[in-house]
């Protein structure tokens, strides 16, 4: 047997564990550091913070008299809070004198409590608002009007004489007068492989032969897609499919939609050389902008523009504003897709667990740092979401009974709080065992 077969798969397994687990990390770091910080705000001790599980494998004592570790198992982390009797916060140790209760979870007053508890999945939002708004400040937006930057990598039949900075004013005779119109234009223009542009050059209107407008270049490629697994990857150009030429990424569309999920054997042109491939779409359920998913059969790729966009400044306020519309739109979207799938109407296939995440962290990662570090800030949005659902185990719970204390005036019996933490755990981890077998049998 030769071993050095296993050599590439182990390097792509190595660099997905090491993409999940930084992912993870910087995740859960934010988290816990949210109820550390506002914890010590509000007057709690902690006496651990721990980034993992398991074995300590390095730790520090601060000034303040919290232990800083690091754990073997980077599955996770918590903080320990005075008296606590385990890391989830739930009973006392009993080892903490009278007078040190104000310090303690258990003896601090209720907004204290419930402050400490909101600020974990609080922080997650505000790191993915953060990093959603830092994307777009440092990509931009498109110039207005649309100017042309550099012509991006494409086969010789793409060639073009357009130039960096001419300014689009029309695609065969159609104005172009809007940056945002690109993806309405495209269904307006005449199926050609070469078409007339209008621009300004110089302060003067030259027409000017161009490639079709959105050509078949891979612009991204969705993880745990066919076009991943077939191994595509971005810039890639798809020259024909089932042996047919094709230039335009309609057409792309137009042969996945009625390929009805067949194989397909695509031509790519990747730096130069020529990469046969042979991929079945796969059915996919999309949220739709009014609500509710569309279920479509697709590739997992989307296309780009031939040439890239000359940008201009996003200010840090407006940036904020689209951070916080990004993280709305994401978690209105998991919602709705966790809903739809409760009641049947998408497949499970939407749900991943710690497999699926792990593979969407590599490939993500593989498509260059800006889409790994978006990835991570919509993966803490998800967990910052996940951690509010009022299950016992979860922050949600915690406040769930935070919520019933000021109503009743009173907390929950040891009693109910035992049984409803036994009953939260058996319910995230039978959830972790679906998803599991959900990503590794069902959804491979």
């Known amino acids: 047997m030769d071993l050095t077969q296993f050599v590439p798969l182990f390097g792509?397994?190595?660099?997905?564990?090491?993409?999940?687990?930084?992912?993870?990390?910087?995740?859960?770091?934010?988290?816990?550091?949210?109820?550390?910080?506002v914890g010590r705000w509000c007057g709690i001790h902690a006496e651990v913070f721990s980034l993992g599980f398991g074995p300590v494998i390095y730790s520090r004592m601060d000034r303040r008299g919290t232990k800083w570790q690091v754990a073997a198992l980077p599955l996770g982390g918590y903080v320990k809070f005075l008296g606590d009797a385990n890391a989830a916060?739930?009973?006392?140790?009993?080892?903490?004198?009278?007078?040190?209760?104000?310090?303690?979870?258990?003896?601090?007053?209720?907004?204290?409590?419930?402050?400490?508890v909101a600020a974990g999945p609080i922080f997650n939002f505000i790191l993915a608002i953060l990093i959603f708004a830092g994307v777009?400040?440092?990509?931009?937006?498109?110039?207005?009007?649309?100017?042309?930057?550099?012509?991006r990598p494409l086969p010789p039949s793409f060639a073009t004489d357009l130039q960096t900075g001419d300014i689009l004013l029309s695609v065969e005779g159609i104005p172009f007068d809007d940056p945002d119109r690109e993806g309405g234009i495209v269904d307006l223009l005449p199926l050609k492989e070469r078409l007339d542009y209008r621009v300004e050059r110089g302060g003067d209107q030259i027409t000017v032969d161009g490639p079709f407008l959105m050509p078949t270049a891979v612009s991204s490629v969705s993880p745990r897609s066919a076009a991943d697994d077939a191994n595509i990857?971005?810039?890639?150009?798809?020259?024909?499919?089932?042996?047919?030429?094709?230039?335009?990424?309609?057409?792309?569309?137009?042969i996945v939609k009625n390929a009805d999920g067949a194989p397909l054997a695509l031509t790519l042109w990747r730096n130069g050389q020529t990469v046969d491939v042979t991929l079945s779409p796969r059915r996919v359920d999309l949220p739709l902008p009014e609500g509710g998913f569309e279920t479509r059969w697709l590739m997992g790729i989307t296309g780009q523009l031939f040439f890239e966009?000359?940008?201009?400044?996003?200010?840090?306020?407006?940036?904020?504003?689209?951070?916080?519309?990004?993280?709305?739109?994401?978690?209105?979207?998991?919602?709705?897709?966790?809903?739809?799938?409760?009641?049947?109407?998408?497949?499970?296939?939407?749900l991943s667990g710690p497999v699926g995440i792990a593979e969407t962290s590599g490939s993500m990662a593989e498509q260059g740092a800006q889409s790994f570090i978006w990835f991570i800030a919509a993966l803490s949005a998800g967990v910052g979401l996940i951690n509010l659902f009022p299950i016992p185990v979860l922050d949600g719970g915690h406040l769930m009974f935070y919520a019933y204390e000021a109503i009743a005036r009173r907390k929950p019996s040891d009693r109910a709080?035992?049984?409803?933490?036994?009953?939260?755990?058996?319910?995230?981890?039978?959830?972790?065992?679906?998803?599991?077998?959900?990503?590794?049998?069902?959804?491979?």
């Open 136 to 151: 777009m400040m440092a990509q931009g937006r498109s110039a207005d009007p649309l100017t042309f930057g550099e012509m």
């Open 89 to 116: 916060s739930v009973g006392s140790d009993g080892t903490v004198a009278a007078t040190d209760a104000r310090r303690t979870m258990l003896g601090a007053p209720l907004w204290a409590r419930t402050a400490t």
């Open 417 to 444: 709080i035992q049984v409803f933490m036994f009953v939260g755990l058996a319910l995230v981890l039978s959830l972790m065992s679906f998803t599991v077998l959900n990503d590794t049998l069902l959804c491979p």
């Open 309 to 350: 966009e000359q940008t201009e400044f996003v200010g840090p306020i407006e940036a904020l504003q689209i951070g916080a519309q990004q993280l709305w739109f994401t978690a209105t979207t998991s919602l709705s897709a966790l809903k739809h799938v409760i009641f049947g109407q998408i497949s499970t296939c939407n």
């Open 12 to 37: 792509n397994f190595a660099f997905m564990i090491a993409a999940f687990v930084v992912a993870l990390s910087v995740i859960v770091a934010i988290h816990e550091y949210g109820h550390y910080i």
């Open 233 to 254: 990857k971005v810039g890639d150009v798809i020259t024909a499919i089932n042996g047919d030429p094709v230039f335009a990424f309609t057409q792309v569309q137009e």
